[in-house]
């Protein structure tokens, strides 16, 4: 069989444009914070590995399969990411306000929403 040149297509992500820059910008907030992130479709020889974070070599990892639903992907942004860390790590305030409404509980620094 003769080789056309095409070459194998990438794995398609499950998520829209605007969940994939959601995406992006919670890794880059959570990449300011310290964490290291490692992100790919969690699958070895079988097995189906599970997102979450951890600790190796005294360094704060978070490990995402990118094929998660984008709630489930978010939820763990969540569990590893402040609010505060979300307001103080540097990112341009595009991103923070586009950020807000998924992680719900992030709030302005001052403000008391228990109030």
Do not use: N
Not at 3 to 28: D, F, M, N, Y
Not at 40 to 58: H, T, V, Y
Not at 78 to 102: D, F, M, N
Request: aromatic fraction near 4%; glycine fraction near 6%.
């Amino acid at each position: 069989m003769a080789r056309t040149g095409v070459k194998k297509a990438a794995i398609k992500s499950p998520h829209s444009k605007k969940q994939r820059e959601v995406l992006a910008a919670l890794e880059t907030a959570v990449r300011r914070t310290g964490l290291k992130v490692s992100a790919g479709q969690l699958r070895f020889a079988g097995l189906k590995l599970k997102s979450g974070s951890c600790l190796l070599r005294d360094k704060r990892w978070l490990i995402l399969d990118k094929s998660q639903p984008f709630e489930d992907l978010v939820d763990l942004y969540r569990q590893v990411l402040t609010p505060q860390e979300l307001i103080t790590c540097g990112l341009p305030e595009e991103s923070v306000a586009l950020l807000i409404p998924y992680l719900g509980q992030a709030v302005p620094a001052g403000t008391d929403e228990a109030a």
